[in-house]
């Protein structure tokens, strides 16, 4: 990709970038055998695509749908990315489903406390869930302060 002119982002190793002498655009996110190509210059895609296509074996799937279970909505407005299946599987796993929502997860002012009794808690259970909310921020990112102390607690082996 470098030697197309792309140059890949510090922040996101998976993310390559195209700026066009035309104000053009072109940028390409990698995900292990996954590839999203997007941009505002229909020439420099087709480029890309054919290039991919010598290099790789490729099947263009059109309009991007779903990707890392995000899902992915196209309107006049924009595009809109939902992770509302993703929370639902989530709150039906932990039999969550019914709970009332909450504006703000935590008080950030909250302090933690020793539990009084040594309850015994699942740390690997813990962990799955702190890597699914930590999935989840990404799209959610009201929900990072929790995650965050939830990760710290569970890691400490106290009860949540």
């Known amino acids: 990709m470098k030697n197309m002119g792309y140059r ?10 195209k ?11 990698v995900y292990l055998d996954n590839i999203i190509a997007t941009g505002n210059d229909e ?15 490729i099947k263009e799937l059109g309009r991007l749908k779903y990707f890392l279970r995000t899902k992915v909505v196209h309107s006049k407005q924009g595009i809109f990315i939902s992770q509302q299946k993703y929370v639902t599987n989530l709150l039906k796993e932990t039999k969550k489903l019914a709970c009332k929502p909450a504006s703000t997860p935590i008080n950030p002012n909250y302090k ?14 813990c962990q799955h869930l702190v890597g699914r909310l930590i999935f989840l921020s990404h799209t959610r990112p009201n929900i990072a302060y929790a995650t965050s102390v939830i990760s710290q607690v569970s890691k400490k082996g106290h009860p949540i």
Do not use: N, P, Y
């Open 43 to 57: 020439k420099e895609k087709q480029t890309l695509r054919q290039c991919l296509t010598k290099e790789f074996e």
């Open 8 to 17: 890949q982002s510090q922040r996101d190793h998976t993310l390559f970038i």
């Open 112 to 125: 933690l406390k020793e539990a009084k009794k040594d309850v015994a808690i699942d740390r690997e259970m």
């Open 19 to 29: 700026h066009l002498d035309s104000w053009g655009v072109i940028a390409l996110l």
